[in-house]
């Protein structure tokens, strides 16, 4: 069975920092692409950071320069740091994972629990 647990949220004040952590476990043999995504009340998700198996990234332009995605491939673990911290930045932060499964090779979605990144002016 595969999990996925997000961690790191809380509360901040402008101009701090946050890192989210998104670990996932089980018959997996690695992660292929990571994803970041957030919501904020009365608003659609929005991908935050993009990171592909290859290293590639990509940021909205909201966080450009502020945050950096990155992965620890030998814990199937991903990051997202969160420097230079606004109040717009305030939403539930989402982390998305394609694994590759261990045994079929075969590449699904997983969805990280989300968790809350509050930020007070």
């Known amino acids: 069975q595969v999990q996925v647990v997000e961690s790191g949220g809380g509360l901040v004040q402008a101009g701090g920092s946050l890192r989210l952590s998104c670990a996932a476990s089980g018959s997996i043999s690695s992660i292929d692409t990571m994803s970041w995504y957030r919501q904020a009340p009365g608003k659609q998700r929005e991908l935050v950071a993009l990171a592909t198996s290859s290293g590639n990234t990509n940021y909205a332009d909201s966080v450009k320069g502020r945050f950096t995605i990155s992965r620890d491939n030998a814990k199937n673990t991903g990051y997202l740091q969160m420097d230079s911290l606004k109040p717009e930045d305030t939403a539930v932060y989402y982390c998305?994972?394609?694994?590759?499964?261990?045994?079929?090779?075969?590449?699904?979605?997983?969805w990280g629990q989300g968790t809350q990144v509050t930020v007070s002016s």
């Open positions: 998305a994972l394609k694994l590759e499964m261990t045994f079929s090779g075969a590449r699904y979605d997983y």
